[in-house]
């Protein structure tokens, strides 16, 4: 069985795997995703959170789809979303997606 995600999600690189029962059924898996080290993002600009925003929100502002919000979350090394808003003024780190090279002094 092969597990197709959008080119948008977060897993859409995360290989699978399959296990396989003892009545023979197989099942596929995603294996383990490493959430990559915040220096393979280029930096574009900080945030500042304010009080009553929402993390989908800043997505969709910064990133032109509120479901990008995991995005935010790998640059900002936020393992609970909600982390990333709980502080108001908070720096968040907008970046390019992972491996993108950004131009310095841009």
């Not at 383990?32 to 009553?52: I, M, N, S, T, Y």
């Not at 969709?60 to 808003?85: I, K, M, S, V």
């Amino acid at each position: 069985m092969i597990v197709n995600f959008p080119p948008t999600s977060r897993y859409a690189l995360t290989p699978t795997g399959t296990f396989v029962r003892a009545d023979g059924a197989p099942v596929t898996y995603l294996k383990r995703r490493f959430v990559p080290a915040p220096e393979k993002f280029a930096l574009l600009q900080w945030h500042r959170v304010v009080q009553g925003e929402r993390l989908d929100n800043i997505a969709a502002h910064y990133l032109g789809d509120p479901e990008q919000f995991w995005r935010l979350c790998d640059a900002n090394r936020a393992l609970r979303p909600d982390e990333l808003t709980e502080t108001i003024g908070r720096k968040l780190a907008i970046t390019l997606p992972e491996g993108i090279p950004g131009v310095p002094h841009a």
